[in-house]
């Protein structure tokens, strides 16, 4: 049964873009993670600010090993650089959402 794991995240307005371009330029390939099924960076419409990143794996312990992989390490190189000052965060509030796909349609 797929897993689904939705990061909710707050984002500053002004930091919009940036956010936008380090997903366009991730450094991970979690398209090639073992288990991978579907990503989706989906933006706030009507003037709010939480974007939702959505993937979906072929089990919990697909996503894990990607939670554990040199990848996933490399893509979220920067929160290192926020927590320890070396750069400005561009995102606050984050929040993991998890479910089980019990029914899918279409692709």
């Keep these: 049964m797929s897993v689904v794991k939705i990061n909710a995240v707050e984002v500053l307005a002004e930091r919009a873009d940036e956010f936008e371009q380090r997903f366009a330029s991730r450094a991970g390939a979690v398209e090639h993670s073992e288990g991978f099924e579907a ?3 989906l933006r706030p419409t009507e003037g ?3 974007y939702f990143v959505y993937t ?10 990607w939670l554990s ?6 893509a979220h190189a920067h929160v290192a650089a ?3 000052g070396q750069a400005q965060p561009v995102a606050h509030g984050a929040e993991l959402l ?7 349609k279409g692709a």
């Design 48 to 50: 709010g600010t939480k």
């Design 98 to 104: 998890s479910f089980e796909v019990i029914e899918r």
């Design 69 to 74: 992989s040199q990848d996933f390490a490399k």
């Design 82 to 84: 926020e927590k320890s």
């Design 56 to 65: 979906r794996w072929a089990s919990e312990a697909a996503y894990q090993a």
């Design 39 to 41: 990503f989706e960076l």
